[in-house]
């Protein structure tokens, strides 16, 4: 059974940082990609960044150079770095992965979600 924990949202300044982390019951080696997407009050979920199983890394226009999607060593996490956060990035944030190789940043290549951590950035 896959179980994805996410953790390390929480509420910042602008311009602030911080580090979510994706705990995976599965190696993490194995899905074909696995990513971070966010959903705010009254919007879609959007992809924010994904990694694909050779971890080639896509991220959506609006967090590039912001934000880093990387892998833990060997402790099956993966994490989102995000610096220079603004109000704008406010949205529950979630965990996904997926063994479809047609994946990238759109929701329904992704099987798997964990429960969300939400992050708050005030002005």
């Known amino acids: 059974q896959v179980q994805l924990v996410e953790s390390g949202g929480g509420s910042v300044q602008s311009g602030g940082s911080l580090k979510l982390s994706c705990a995976s019951s599965?190696?993490?080696?194995?899905?074909?990609?696995m990513g971070w997407f966010r959903q705010a009050p009254g919007k879609e979920r959007e992809g924010v960044a994904t990694?694909?199983?050779?971890?080639?890394?896509m991220y959506t226009d609006s967090v590039k150079g912001r934000f880093t999607i990387s892998h833990g060593n060997g402790d099956n996490t993966l994490y989102l770095e995000m610096n220079s956060l603004q109000p704008e990035d406010t949205a529950m944030y979630y965990c996904?992965?997926?063994?479809?190789?047609?994946?990238?940043?759109?929701?329904?290549?992704?099987?798997?979600w964990g429960q969300g951590t939400q992050v708050t950035v005030s002005s």
């Open positions: 996904a992965l997926t063994w479809n190789p047609q994946c990238g940043l759109t929701t329904d290549a992704f099987d798997y």
């Open positions: 599965v190696n993490i080696a194995s899905p074909y990609c």
């Open positions: 990694t694909k199983r050779d971890r080639t890394p």
